[in-house]
Every structure is written in structure tokens, then in C-alpha cells.
């Protein structure tokens, strides 16, 4: 059986297409879009895109398996930079569970969640975060960022990223980050201080040593870390070889700077940026992550929108900030829409910043995240003719088709009629 697959037909194939680096203003608006398009791949990589005959012809995609494509967009697997798909228990909070208005989602466990990865076990964590991926892959996503968020102790931190590292397994390309926040530090005897201490000389080094991270990601601001510890925590991290992401609290002005100043690959930004935040980050090689499905479950239209950064030269981002609390949706399809109609993105910018951009704020934009000759070959079909009904739909998947490193990973399956 050959490992060669060849998609044809497609009537628009959405290469995303460019310069190295992330995109910014009007680069966001090139798709560099292939009518009646093909893609060959082979070996797990993308072997040639371009138009249909051109394709066909090599020699390779004479022995390849086909897809027809007719009437469908291809375009790169989406790309989730801002997730936290792994949690422990969790209950129901509200007198009536009838009445969502009046519910909310929160941990079962003690100390708001913190110790509830520490107390679940292993296996049942890796169920959760296997059935968890699997949803992503039916909406398309090939590739995601995963933090250590409902593990903040460190016990629950170093078990979140073992999990992480046992999913190597499967074919999704999972990010592991370090999440450290201030929240748990109440429950240190000597508060803020002691927990730094805790992470700085023994989760980040073992971390480093055991190779579990790629990230290490602070939440800076108000009822999290102030700036200055952020800084001191962010620093010992970069010595140690990590990447480095900054999460922005809300009504924190600070997040941005730090960025700016410690050369982190991204800074998620929830409801503000001022004029000298947007100049500075212009300036800087860190990607701005916007998350609207987040802003939206709580109830807040008005967050900060795309139009003043994308104007000003900013590379943006979008995401799930996939939570079971803060956004149980791990779809990025609504992503997409709710940018358009709730941050004034168009959707070439909305699908610019959910796949290449989304890369780039993991710092892999060279691996994965547009389709180019020498690329992972991920890639989704939409049930689709133009790639703009993505801002049309709401969050409809219009995945048929999802491809992960050349191995179709999923197919849209038939209704199972009762027979008459």
C-alpha cells in the first residue's frame, strides 16, 4: 500500500503560502488561494502544492491514493495556541441546573481545582485528554498548545505534563506549557514568596531535565502574578532553555511589556492595549493571541478587537482558550466566526490567525500551519466552495476530511437510516 495521497479537484485550496515569520496588516489577507487545486503527499509531508494538472503529472501522484476534492476547500489544519485540554473533577454549581443563566462550571476539589490533577489517576486523565483530542480532530484541529492549568501545585503540574509527553502516541501534535499563576500561593505558609521559590528551584529544573515542556507561561496581573515576580519567574524559565508566553489578567496593562521585554513568542491579551502596548508589540516578534469564544461565554461582547492591532502592523492570533470552565468549546470553526462578527476581522485575516499565525505563536510556523512543499502534511477539507462560509456558519463543522502528518485521521461518517 503506498503512503502517497493526492487531493485533487479542489475548488479552492487555501495554501496560506508566504514569507517566513508571522503575518501581519495586509499579509493577513493573502491566503494564496489555488483554484481547482491539488496537494500530493508523501511520507507524512507535503511533496507538491499547486494547480490540478500540474500535479497530477509527477510521478509520485500516479501511484498515490486519491481524494476528490471537487467542490470542497482544503486549507491548512487549525492550529490551537491557547488551550488547557486536561482537568480533573468537576461539578455544578446553582440551585437549579435547569437554568444556565444561573450555573456555572467549576472544580469539584479543594483549593479551587489546583490539587484535583495530583488526586485523579493517570489513566483516567489520559482517557479525558484522548476523548478531548478527538473532538479537536473532528473540527479540524491538527496541532495545539497544551498548559499544566489544573494542575498548579506542583505535584499536579509534573503529572499534567507526563500526560502530555504519554500522548506522543498519538498523531496530533501536542505543545506542552508550564502554567504557573499566583492563585495557589495562598496556600504556601510563606504566600507568594515560597511559591516561586517552589517553582523556580524545583518544578521549572526538573521540568528542563525531564525535557516535558516546551513552554513556560505566566499569568500576570491582577489576582495573579504582579509584574515584578512574573519577570523573576519568566527569566528563571529562559535560562533554562524554555520558550517563553505571557497571559494577560484581566485589566492588567502590564502582560504586554513583559512580552515585549523578555522576547516572549506570545501574549494573550483578554479586554485592553493601549497605544504604547500596540506600538511595542508592532515592534517585537511576539504574537498576540486573542481568544473571542472566551470573552463570549462570559458574557462580555466588548473585549478588545483585531482592527486597531492588524492596523498597526501587530501579528495576531486567534483561539479556543479551550477551558471546561472558562470555554468548554473546542472548536475553532466558532473561533473564526465569533472574530469576524465580534472583532472586526475579515476571514482571510480570522483564518490567517487560526493556522499559520496560531504556529508561530508556538514557535513552530516552519513545521506546520500553511501548505508548502517540505511541510507536515496537515491539512482538513471543508464541505465547502469558498473558505468564507467559515464566517457564516457559526461554528457548523464543515469538516469532512482531516489529515495529520500524510494519515487520515478523520471522515465525516453517513447517517445510519433505519431502513423503511
Known amino acids: 500500500m503506498t503512503d502517497a495521497i493526492l487531493i485533487r479537484g479542489a475548488r479552492q485550496l487555501v495554501t496560506l503560502r508566504g514569507p517566513a515569520g508571522p503575518r501581519r496588516g495586509a499579509a493577513m489577507r493573502d491566503l494564496g488561494i489555488i483554484p481547482d487545486g491539488a496537494v500530493l503527499i508523501s511520507g507524512g509531508r507535503i511533496e507538491a502544492v499547486g494547480q490540478g494538472r500540474r500535479v497530477e503529472n509527477l510521478s509520485v501522484a500516479r501511484r498515490a491514493y486519491e481524494i476528490d476534492a471537487r467542490g470542497k476547500t482544503v486549507l491548512p489544519g487549525f492550529v490551537d495556541c491557547h488551550a488547557w485540554p486536561l482537568w480533573g473533577r468537576l461539578r455544578w454549581t446553582g440551585e437549579d441546573p435547569r437554568a444556565p443563566a444561573a450555573t456555572e462550571l467549576w472544580p469539584l476539589e479543594p483549593g479551587h481545582g489546583f490539587d484535583g490533577i495530583a488526586a485523579t489517576p493517570a489513566r483516567t486523565l489520559e482517557r479525558r485528554l484522548r476523548l478531548t483530542l478527538e473532538d479537536y480532530v473532528r473540527h479540524g484541529t491538527t496541532s495545539l498548545e497544551a498548559k499544566t492549568g489544573w494542575g498548579l501545585d506542583p505535584q499536579g503540574q509534573l503529572k499534567s505534563l507526563r500526560v502530555f509527553a504519554g500522548s506522543a502516541q ?125 470573552a463570549l461565554q462570559r458574557g462580555c461582547e466588548r473585549g478588545i478587537t483585531a482592527r486597531s492591532l492588524i492596523d498597526h502592523g501587530v501579528a495576531v492570533a486567534l483561539a479556543t482558550g479551550y477551558h471546561p470552565c472558562l470555554n468548554p468549546n473546542c472548536n475553532l470553526q466558532f473561533v473564526l466566526w465569533a472574530a469576524c462578527r465580534h472583532l472586526g476581522m475579515t476571514p482571510a485575516e480570522a483564518l490567517t490567525a487560526a493556522t499559520i499565525n496560531a504556529a508561530h505563536a508556538l514557535r513552530c510556523g516552519g513545521l506546520f500551519g ?13 464541505d465547502a466552495s469558498d473558505y468564507r462560509e467559515l464566517a457564516h456558519c457559526a461554528g457548523q463543522n464543515l469538516v469532512v476530511t482531516a489529515i495529520k502528518r500524510g494519515r487520515i485521521l478523520y471522515q465525516r461518517g453517513e447517517v445510519q437510516w433505519p431502513n423503511p
Open 170 to 294: 498519538l498523531a496530533v501534535d501536542l505543545i506542552p506549557s508550564l502554567f504557573a499563576d499566583g492563585l495557589p500561593a495562598r496556600g504556601y505558609s510563606h504566600g507568594l514568596d515560597a511559591y516561586l521559590r517552589t517553582q523556580i528551584d524545583e518544578v521549572l529544573p526538573v521540568a528542563a531535565r525531564r525535557k516535558l515542556a516546551r513552554f513556560v507561561e505566566v499569568c500576570c496581573g491582577k489576582g495573579s502574578l504582579p509584574p515584578y515576580e512574573a519577570r523573576r519567574l519568566l527569566q528563571a524559565a529562559g535560562s533554562l532553555g524554555f520558550h517563553l508566553k505571557v497571559h494577560s489578567a484581566l485589566s492588567s496593562h502590564s502582560a504586554a511589556r513583559l512580552a515585549v521585554e523578555l522576547d516572549a513568542a506570545s501574549v494573550a491579551l483578554q479586554d485592553h492595549a493601549t497605544a504604547d502596548d500596540i506600538s511595542a508589540l508592532a515592534q517585537s516578534s511576539a504574537v498576540v493571541i486573542l481568544t473571542p469564544a472566551v
Open 370 to 382: 500553511s501548505l508548502e512543499a517540505g511541510k507536515s502534511a496537515d491539512l482538513v477539507l471543508l
